[in-house]
């Protein structure tokens, strides 16, 4: 089923508001509430929204180092350092990649020591190029509607 300018609107003021209500979504797009609510509960069932959630502010919490992290695998054998990201907290993202390296990770953490730590367990799977963020320019979710359509 493809989805309408409507249903990129809802998916928008969902992605900024995510704890609006559906009368409030319903003035901005001139629907009803009770509509908009259908349109969400269908745009559930299609797995496009497949989550709620909220944006913490990490500095405020202590996180105040960000690393990228370029993972050279030593092994063909990938499996268990999935597992070994899965497990750490501090490991935020992580992507395949093709080109330089094999993985990119994105490391949130609190000290240069935690990050001592995490850089010293993945050198057990490959060797690692480090680039660590100065300044978050632009955070941005690829929810709108100029992008979608």
Request: proline share 0%; aromatic share 8%.
């Amino acid at each position: 089923m493809l989805l309408d300018h409507t249903d990129f609107q809802i998916l928008q003021i969902l992605n900024r508001h995510g704890r609006i209500q559906w009368k409030d979504i319903g003035e901005q797009i001139h629907m009803t509430g009770q509509a908009v609510g259908n349109r969400i509960k269908k745009l559930e069932d299609m797995g496009i929204i497949q989550n709620y959630s909220i944006v913490v502010d990490e500095t405020k919490l202590g996180f105040v180092l960000n690393a990228f992290v370029t993972v050279y695998m030593n092994s063909s054998k990938h499996q268990t350092f999935i597992n070994f990201i899965q497990a750490q907290h501090a490991i935020v993202e992580a992507h395949r990649v093709s080109g330089d390296g094999c993985y990119l990770l994105k490391v949130k953490i609190k000290s240069h020591e935690q990050l001592n730590e995490v850089l010293n367990s993945i050198l057990q799977y490959g060797n690692y190029r480090l680039h660590l963020s100065i300044q978050e320019i632009k955070q941005q979710s690829v929810m709108s509607v100029d992008h979608i359509e």
